[in-house]
C-alpha cells in the first residue's frame, strides 16, 4: 500500500501486562500487520509481574518487531506505563492494553492527527471485540457515554482512557509520567489527563485511530471493575481538590439519567434494557468503590507523589 507523503513519526508503543500471555500474543499479532514502516515504530511490552515468564510470547514476535521485554515487580498499569516510557526511544509513546488489538492504519490515521494538532496529547476510538458479552459491552459503551460527555467541544477534550492514546515524549517526562499512586487500572488516565490540561497542554479526539478491546467480563469481574473505578474516582477527586484548591464535585442529575437512556440510542434490540441495567449497576459498584476508598484514606492518609502537581 503507497503510504502518505510526510516526514515519519518515531512512536515508541507501550504495552503493560499482567498475566495474560494469549491476550497479549493477540495484541503482538495486530502490531505485526501495523501499515506503517517498520524502523519507525518500537513495541515496549512492561511484565508488571507475571507469575509466569512472557519470553515465549515475546520470542514469537523478535523477527517481526523491534521488540523489547522489560520486567518489574507487581506496583500496577501506571507504574508500569512509566517503567516502559523510560527506555522508549520515539518522540511519540503510544499506550495500549495487552487485551487491545489495534487496526492495521492505527499509526497512519495517529501520525496524521498529530500533523494536525502537533504537541497534542492524541485520544482514539475503542471499540468492544466482544459484542456477544453483555458486561463488556456495557463497560464499553460507559466508555463511549464518557467520551460523548467530556469531549463535546472540538479540540477540547478532557479525558481519554489509556488503552488507546499518545503523547509526546518530552512533555510525559515534564509531568513525570502517570501517578504511581494508583495501584489499580482506575482513574490513573483520568488524573494524567486532567494534569496535561493544568499544565495548558492540548488534548485531541481523533475517532479514525480505532482500536479494538476485548476484556472478558463476568458479573462479579463487571462489578469488581466498577468497584475499583470507584476507588479510583475518590483518589482522582482526591489529588484534583488538592491540585485546584477547590472541594470535591459531583456530576448533575442530567448525568446519569442521560447515561441510563444512552443504550437507546446505541442497541436497537431487547438487550438494551440489559444494557442500561448494567450501567445502573455499574455506578452502584462505583459509588460503593468511592465511599470504600474515602473510609479507607481516612483511616491512612495518601503520600503525596512527584507526579501529582
Same mark, same amino acid.
Given at each position: $500500500? *503507497?503510504? $502518505? @507523503?510526510?516526514?515519519?513519526?518515531?512512536?515508541?508503543?507501550?504495552?503493560?501486562?499482567?498475566?495474560? &500471555?494469549?491476550?497479549?500474543?493477540?495484541?503482538?499479532?495486530?502490531?505485526?500487520? =501495523?501499515?506503517? &514502516?517498520?524502523?519507525?515504530?518500537?513495541?515496549?511490552?512492561?511484565?508488571?509481574?507475571?507469575?509466569?515468564?512472557?519470553? &515465549?510470547?515475546?520470542? !514469537?514476535?523478535?523477527?517481526?518487531?523491534?521488540?523489547? =521485554?522489560?520486567?518489574?515487580?507487581?506496583?500496577?498499569?501506571?507504574?508500569?506505563?512509566?517503567? +516502559?516510557?523510560?527506555?522508549?526511544?520515539?518522540?511519540?509513546?503510544?499506550?495500549?492494553?495487552?487485551?487491545?488489538?489495534?487496526?492495521?492504519?492505527?499509526? $497512519?490515521?495517529?501520525?496524521?492527527?498529530?500533523?494536525?494538532?502537533? +504537541?497534542?496529547?492524541?485520544?482514539?476510538?475503542?471499540?468492544? %471485540?466482544?459484542?456477544?458479552?453483555?458486561?463488556?459491552?456495557?463497560?464499553?459503551?460507559? #466508555?463511549?457515554?464518557?467520551?460523548?460527555?467530556?469531549? !463535546?467541544?472540538?479540540?477540547?477534550?478532557?479525558?481519554?482512557?489509556?488503552?488507546?492514546?499518545?503523547?509526546?515524549?518530552?512533555?510525559?517526562?515534564?509531568?513525570?509520567?502517570?501517578?504511581?499512586?494508583?495501584?489499580?487500572?482506575?482513574?490513573?488516565?483520568? @488524573?494524567?489527563?486532567?494534569?496535561?490540561?493544568?499544565?495548558?497542554? &492540548?488534548?485531541?479526539?481523533?475517532? @479514525?485511530?480505532?482500536?479494538?478491546?476485548?476484556?472478558?467480563?463476568?458479573?462479579?469481574?463487571?462489578?469488581?471493575?466498577?468497584?475499583?473505578?470507584?476507588?479510583?474516582?475518590?483518589?482522582?477527586?482526591?489529588?484534583?481538590?488538592?491540585?485546584? %484548591?477547590?472541594? $470535591?464535585?459531583?456530576?448533575?442529575?442530567?448525568?446519569?439519567? *442521560?447515561?441510563?437512556?444512552?443504550?437507546?440510542?446505541?442497541?436497537?434490540?431487547?438487550? %438494551? +434494557?440489559? #444494557?442500561?441495567?448494567? =450501567?445502573?449497576?455499574?455506578?452502584?459498584?462505583?459509588?460503593? +468503590?468511592?465511599?470504600?476508598?474515602?473510609?479507607?484514606?481516612?483511616?491512612?492518609?495518601? %503520600?503525596?507523589?512527584?507526579?501529582?502537581?
Amino acid at each position: $500500500m *503507497r503510504h $502518505m @507523503e510526510f516526514k515519519p513519526l518515531e512512536f515508541s508503543i507501550i504495552i503493560p501486562t499482567y498475566n495474560r &500471555p494469549d491476550r497479549l500474543r493477540q495484541c503482538l499479532q495486530s502490531l505485526t500487520q =501495523l501499515d506503517y &514502516p517498520r524502523t519507525c515504530f518500537e513495541v515496549i511490552v512492561v511484565d508488571d509481574g507475571s507469575p509466569q515468564p512472557l519470553t &515465549p510470547v515475546i520470542k !514469537q514476535f523478535e523477527s517481526t518487531l523491534s521488540l523489547q =521485554l522489560m520486567r518489574q515487580r507487581n506496583a500496577g498499569p501506571a507504574s508500569a506505563r512509566n517503567t +516502559g516510557a523510560t527506555a522508549a526511544q520515539g518522540a511519540y509513546l503510544v499506550f495500549t492494553d495487552d487485551d487491545c488489538q489495534p487496526q492495521p492504519n492505527w499509526l $497512519m490515521a495517529l501520525a496524521a492527527a498529530i500533523a494536525k494538532v502537533p +504537541g497534542a496529547l492524541i485520544g482514539g476510538h475503542t471499540l468492544n %471485540a466482544l459484542p456477544h458479552n453483555p458486561y463488556s459491552t456495557a463497560s464499553q459503551l460507559l #466508555i463511549d457515554y464518557l467520551y460523548d460527555y467530556y469531549n !463535546q467541544a472540538q479540540g477540547e477534550a478532557t479525558f481519554f482512557a489509556s488503552n488507546n492514546f499518545a503523547v509526546p515524549r518530552d512533555q510525559y517526562q515534564t509531568l513525570g509520567g502517570f501517578d504511581t499512586s494508583f495501584p489499580l487500572a482506575a482513574g490513573e488516565d483520568r @488524573e494524567f489527563c486532567d494534569r496535561w490540561r493544568h499544565h495548558g497542554f &492540548p488534548m485531541c479526539y481523533a475517532p @479514525e485511530v480505532e482500536t479494538h478491546h476485548a476484556h472478558t467480563l463476568t458479573l462479579a469481574s463487571f462489578w469488581r471493575q466498577h468497584f475499583n473505578y470507584g476507588r479510583g474516582a475518590f483518589y482522582f477527586h482526591h489529588i484534583r481538590s488538592q491540585r485546584q %484548591a477547590d472541594a $470535591m464535585g459531583v456530576e448533575p442529575l442530567s448525568f446519569y439519567t *442521560r447515561l441510563l437512556t444512552y443504550p437507546l440510542s446505541r442497541e436497537l434490540s431487547w438487550r %438494551a +434494557g440489559l #444494557i442500561a441495567g448494567l =450501567l445502573f449497576l455499574s455506578q452502584v459498584a462505583n459509588v460503593a +468503590g468511592f465511599f470504600w476508598e474515602r473510609r479507607h484514606q481516612q483511616a491512612s492518609p495518601p %503520600a503525596a507523589t512527584a507526579a501529582s502537581s
